[in-house]
């Protein structure tokens, strides 16, 4: 059967949504809901576009999925809204920026018997993949050091005056907002971090955030000692998103500015695979962001919804992306870091 979407939040990706359900075979794009918008066009198919999930919702229009693509803050209030709607849910990442909102969804989804799609597209990197591979397939022994760096450009312009960008309510910071894609691979990679302690700083965003623009974590995975180094204050461009894994059997770095090449590969006994590393990049003019694999995360709603497959992410993995940035949030220093000036060594 035709899966019927609508898709709540016009801006860059819910346009992308949109275009993507567009021109699926299997899927139809019946509503798109947007109160900055008074109509709505892909390039492929016109639909009927409502101001509010309230006057949508009024005209009884037949739909099976509604995908949320609305500041981070508003997520869970909506994704509630619709699952009370008894319409499944795809909801982009974070799926709410607090753990209580978290497992509201949850109880909602149960309640109504639908299914939530948390949006985690850097599990289709053909990278990513490999690395979970490897590690199921116990190649590299104990696992002994686990490096996640983020380093990317968010400038003036991004968190322009009047932008949603840049707030705690709706924004929540940079590991919600821009990282926590990659917080989703650390999880999914190699389990649950432990024994969390961070630092936050702000080294170019003071006037226009009202949270950090870099941080320093260390952590525990499974007997591995791991560190987060994140920032938003690199110069002009996106620089690297990568995973560097030191063990007993060899070591390994995924990277590039999206996590998309594998950069070293020495295994005992393994040659070094060749990837596809052409990974496309989610392009917003102004700035770019993560692998732009949602096509894949659009088959598979349709494929389980027409009884084909199952749900590549699970809620209850939405909801650990959350709790582990609300944990990195409450393990963090409560002073103001002020840095001292250079000192000569002694």
């Known amino acids: 059967m035709k899966v019927k979407f609508a898709i709540v939040g016009c801006g860059h990706i819910g346009k992308r949504h949109a275009e993507l359900v567009a021109k699926h075979p299997n899927a139809a794009l019946v509503a798109t809901v947007d109160p900055a918008y008074d109509k709505f066009e892909t390039s492929t198919s016109q639909c009927i576009h409502f101001k509010s999930l309230d006057d949508f919702f009024k005209q009884?229009?037949?739909?099976?999925?509604?995908?949320?693509?609305?500041?981070?803050?508003l997520h869970a209030k909506q994704a509630i809204q619709c699952l009370n709607q008894n319409c499944h849910v795809v909801i982009e990442k974070p799926i709410a920026l607090k753990m209580e909102d978290a497992h509201a969804i949850l109880a909602a989804a149960n309640k109504n018997g639908r299914h939530v799609f948390p949006v985690v597209q850097n599990r289709y990197s053909s990278t990513v993949k490999w690395l979970k591979q490897?590690?199921?397939?116990?190649?590299?022994?104990?696992?002994?050091?686990?490096?996640?760096?983020?380093?990317?450009?968010?400038?003036?312009?991004?968190?322009?005056?009047?932008?949603?960008?840049?707030?705690?309510?709706?924004?929540?910071?940079?590991?919600?907002?821009?990282?926590?894609?990659?917080?989703?691979?650390?999880?999914?990679?190699?389990?649950?971090?432990?024994?969390?302690?961070?630092?936050?700083?702000?080294?170019?965003?003071?006037?226009?955030?009202?949270?950090?623009?870099?941080?320093?974590?260390?952590?525990?995975?499974?007997?591995?000692?791991?560190t987060i180094s994140y920032t938003t204050s690199v110069f002009q461009n996106n620089f690297e998103s990568s995973i560097t894994?030191?063990?007993?059997?060899?070591?390994?770095?995924?990277?590039?500015?999206?996590?998309?090449?594998?950069?070293?590969?020495?295994?005992?006994?393994?040659?070094?695979?060749?990837?596809?590393?052409?990974?496309?990049?989610?392009?917003?003019?102004?700035?770019?962001?993560?692998?732009?694999?949602?096509?894949?995360?659009?088959?598979?709603?349709?494929?389980?919804?027409?009884?084909?497959?199952?749900?590549?992410?699970?809620?209850?993995?939405?909801?650990?992306?959350?709790?582990?940035?609300?944990?990195?949030?409450?393990n963090r220093n409560i002073e103001k870091i002020i840095l001292e000036k250079e000192k000569p060594l002694v």
């Open 60 to 73: 009884k229009i037949a739909v099976d999925v509604i995908n949320i693509c609305t500041p981070n803050g």
């Open 134 to 226: 490897l590690l199921n397939s116990g190649a590299l022994g104990n696992i002994f050091m686990i490096q996640l760096n983020c380093f990317w450009n968010r400038d003036q312009h991004y968190y322009s005056k009047g932008n949603w960008h840049g707030t705690l309510a709706l924004d929540g910071g940079p590991l919600f907002t821009q990282f926590s894609h990659f917080i989703d691979v650390l999880n999914w990679v190699f389990g649950t971090m432990t024994n969390i302690k961070s630092k936050f700083y702000n080294f170019s965003h003071q006037s226009n955030t009202e949270f950090e623009d870099s941080g320093l974590i260390t952590f525990e995975i499974n007997g591995a000692a791991g």
């Open 245 to 330: 894994v030191i063990a007993e059997n060899g070591t390994v770095k995924i990277g590039g500015q999206y996590m998309n090449c594998l950069e070293y590969c020495q295994i005992n006994g393994t040659e070094q695979p060749i990837l596809d590393e052409n990974t496309l990049v989610n392009d917003y003019g102004g700035y770019k962001g993560s692998a732009s694999n949602h096509q894949q995360v659009i088959d598979n709603v349709v494929g389980v919804l027409n009884g084909l497959e199952m749900p590549d992410v699970s809620l209850e993995e939405g909801i650990r992306v959350v709790e582990s940035i609300s944990q990195i949030y409450e």
